[in-house]
């Protein structure tokens, strides 16, 4: 079966620290693609990150970083000096095609709160 | 470019009643995928739309229906609403199908604000 677990529902920080969104992921496949979308108070999901099951390379964007390790199926994602418009739920998700079953099975979500 | 725009933006509905939501996707998108959005549930998948023929379904009830035209843009239908219903329904548009991925790798979703349905 697939599925995308994320642990921690709420998370909640002071402006400035670091932060980790943990989300482990289930799946039979060797192809598989990754993503991360962050949800703001306004409503629509923003894609953040995608990333298929070959290529293991952590990846860095500004104050965002994502260590996707395969040995542990997780594809975590850090904050760095996290600010207030930082305060959004995040999504992870996998995309998967198994027995031509299309699919993008999400996880329920990480609240994060950053306060000033 | 515009953005996906769902209408409308709000509505209250009460038991029994029917609603209709609509969903424009970005210029050029051709699947149009629907999801349900509560506390509890997070995002469940309704349906995905590509070329005015449903591809894929989730696990929904008969009630949830939905529609593409020939412009890419998309409706669904809840009928006979139940208090559970209430919810964020989010619209997602994507070049090529949004669910599952391709030789040339899985589509990024862009996402609408959402259409809330608040049934009473």
């Known amino acids: 079966a697939q599925k995308v677990t994320q642990a921690q529902t709420e998370i909640s920080v002071v402006e400035k620290e670091d932060v980790t969104l943990d989300c482990v992921y289930e799946?039979?496949?060797?192809?598989?693609?990754l993503f991360w979308y962050k949800q703001p108070p306004s409503g629509e999901l923003v894609f953040l990150i995608r990333?298929?099951?070959?290529d293991e390379q952590n990846e860095i964007s500004g104050r965002y970083s994502w260590n996707f390790q395969k040995s542990t199926s997780s594809f975590n994602f850090t904050i760095t000096a996290s600010q207030v418009v930082d305060s959004a739920v995040y999504f992870c998700?996998?995309?998967?095609?198994?027995?031509?079953?299309?699919?993008?099975?999400w996880g329920l979500g990480t609240s994060l709160a950053v306060n000033p | 470019k515009a953005g996906v725009t769902q209408t409308p933006r709000y509505l209250i509905k009460t038991r029994g009643q029917q609603v209709t939501l609509s969903c424009s996707p970005i210029?050029?998108?051709?699947?149009v995928s629907w999801y349900q959005q509560t506390p509890g549930q997070g995002l469940q998948f309704l349906f995905e739309?590509?070329?005015?023929?449903?591809?894929n379904k989730g696990n929904f009830p008969g009630r949830f229906s939905g529609r593409q035209f020939s412009n890419s843009r998309s409706e669904m239908n809840v009928s006979t609403l139940e208090l559970g219903d209430s919810a964020l329904y989010l619209c997602?548009?994507?070049?090529?199908?949004?669910?599952?991925?391709?030789?040339?790798?899985?589509?990024?979703?862009?996402f609408g604000a959402g259409s809330r349905l608040t049934v009473l």
């Open positions: 997602a548009s994507s070049l090529a199908r949004g669910q599952g991925f391709t030789s040339s790798g899985a589509n990024v979703l862009t």
């Open positions: 210029s050029g998108h051709r699947s």
């Open positions: 739309y590509f070329s005015e023929t449903q591809r």
């Open positions: 799946t039979r496949d060797t192809t598989y693609y």
């Open positions: 990333r298929n099951s070959f």
């Open positions: 998700a996998l995309s998967s095609n198994a027995g031509n079953n299309r699919k993008l099975i």
